[in-house]
């Protein structure tokens, strides 16, 4: 039964979607081809974000030096975490070519914390199974 359906949605629609498909299908290719490089490099900026993932890289770097913290700060609208040991910055997650004085140019130092407190580590009440 669906077979007999289809066949007559093919008989009906199929020259139509062939002489559309002869018109548009140049400039459909065309802009295809031409917006591909900015998603495939949106798509790749996103996995190598997350796959580097600045935050932990930070939390682990202020815990391998003596009296870290962290703080997160924002230069040209993306956010850096600049880590501290004993109150003096010692490197930035992810890595810019900003000084330490462009990016904690308006940061309140009172905004650091220690990497125990930033540590997420949250329980969340199971289901009871039934």
Request: hydrophobic share 35%; charged share 25%.
């Amino acid at each position: 039964m669906a077979a007999t359906n289809l066949a007559k949605l093919a008989l009906k629609y199929g020259p139509i979607v062939y002489t559309l498909a002869q018109k548009y299908g140049p400039h459909l290719v065309e802009q295809v081809l031409k917006n591909r490089e900015p998603a495939q490099r949106f798509v790749h900026d996103r996995t190598e974000r997350v796959r580097s993932n600045p935050r932990r890289r930070a939390l682990d770097h202020a815990e391998s030096v003596v009296e870290g913290s962290l703080q997160q700060v924002f230069h040209r609208g993306q956010p850096y975490w600049v880590v501290f040991s004993r109150g003096e910055p010692v490197g930035t997650h992810p890595h810019t070519d900003a000084s330490f004085d462009v990016l904690l140019m308006n940061a309140d130092p009172e905004r650091r914390v220690t990497p125990q407190e930033l540590r997420r580590t949250v329980t969340l009440p199971r289901r009871p199974r039934t």
